[in-house]
């Protein structure tokens, strides 16, 4: 099965900062990349989609690009409503799709 | 509007069975992928299952064999029928639709598994 592997797992920023999460794949899965938002006692929202592509109504300072085994997801001028845990998770052409480990963003 | 609703979570004793439902509205269960997604407490995102369009189900492997997703074509519900229960099954669970990203999920129901 494909790992993923996210770094770093927190990180601490202040408002109007650049900030960036990796992820690495143990194994070649093209764009099949997905990067998601999660708040406690809410849904996970999906943010990114095939490495790069921004979700319908999801804010233009996400931004996520990469491909094959090495990805990178940013939040640019971060906001204090982007507190809360990111997730990467690969869709290689079978399950399981495994989620990365999650990075805790403060501020 | 697409709405999905989890239900049938709660406290069973390990060895024990359990069935969550994932009633959808505003879509069709069997035109879509449906997924099921869990999180310990404490912990992260966990990737359970997923029934396709065609009916194919997979799992993570420390479900298999243990945990079966069906679908409910009348009811339009996708069903998470849990059996031989462990511990390490508590945990908030979600479903999901999404073929590539999980772009409209649920709000969870909560199982726990405790003697």
């Known amino acids: 099965d494909i790992q993923m592997t996210q770094s770093p797992s927190s990180l601490s920023a202040s408002v109007g900062d650049r900030v960036t999460i990796t992820c690495h794949a143990t194994?070649?899965?093209?764009?099949?990349l997905n990067w998601y938002h999660h708040k406690p006692g809410t849904a996970p929202k999906l943010l990114i989609y095939d490495a790069s592509n921004l979700q319908t109504g999801v804010p233009s300072r996400f931004s996520g690009s990469g491909s094959g085994t090495d990805f990178s997801f940013t939040i640019a001028n971060l906001q204090p409503e982007d507190v809360g845990t990111y997730y990467c998770?690969?869709?290689?052409?079978?399950?399981?799709?495994?989620f990365g480990q999650g990075t805790k963003v403060e501020i | 509007e697409v709405r999905l609703a989890e239900s049938g979570g709660g406290l069973v004793q390990p060895g024990e069975s359990l069935r969550l439902s994932c009633a959808a509205s505003g879509i069709t269960v069997i035109n879509n992928y449906v997924h099921w997604v869990r999180q310990a407490p404490g912990k992260g995102l966990e990737w359970v299952a997923v029934?396709?369009?065609?009916?194919?189900?997979y799992y993570t492997d420390s479900v298999k064999g243990r945990f079966s997703v069906s679908r409910d074509s009348s009811k339009n519900t996708v069903s998470l029928h849990m059996d031989n229960m462990r511990v390490e099954d508590t945990g908030l669970y979600y479903c999901?639709?999404?073929?590539?990203?999980?772009?409209?999920w649920g709000q969870g129901t909560l199982v726990t598994v405790s003697s």
């Open positions: 029934v396709y369009t065609a009916g194919s189900t």
């Open positions: 999901a639709r999404g073929q590539g990203g999980l772009y409209d």
């Open positions: 998770q690969q869709y290689d052409i079978l399950p399981p799709y495994t």
């Open positions: 194994q070649d899965i093209s764009v099949n």
